[in-house]
Nanobody
Framework: VQLQASGGGLVQAGGSLALSCAASGMNFNTYQMGWYRQVPGKQREMVATIGARGTTNYASSVKGRFTISRDHAKNTVYLQMNSLKPEDTAVYYC???????????WGQGAQVTVSS
């Protein structure tokens, strides 16, 4: 299983960025996909998740600003981030959680930096 994240970068507060994560070596339909983020010295936290049927869940801090989506034809999950704030600065990780086992996989991380 491989999760290849791309996107991210540097943006001013109020701007937008998008992340994508291409999954390979797995049956994409049998995994919940998600985005998590981590800043140095803090625990990794859930940002958003999306089920195989499209059910979404968001952290309260990003609700209304971020949108998670998935494309089953491309085995890819996306995170559209709008109205970014400096506190959104973190390394963002793509995650895949199996519905049928305890298997969980992580992408390599993408840096998102929001300047004030």
């Amino acid at each position: 299983v491989q999760l290849q994240a791309s996107g991210g970068g540097l943006v001013q507060a109020g701007g937008s960025l998008a992340l994508s994560c291409a999954a390979s070596g797995m049956n994409f339909n049998t995994y919940q996909m998600g985005w998590y983020r981590q800043v140095p010295g803090k625990q990794r936290e859930m940002v958003a998740t999306i089920g195989a049927r499209g059910t979404t869940n968001y952290a309260s801090s990003v609700k209304g600003r971020f949108t998670i989506s998935r494309d089953h034809a491309k085995n890819t999950v996306y995170l559209q981030m709008n109205s970014l704030k400096p506190e959104d600065t973190a390394v963002y990780y793509c995650n895949a959680d199996s519905y049928f086992s305890r298997a969980t996989y992580w992408g390599q991380g993408a840096q998102v930096t929001v300047s004030s």
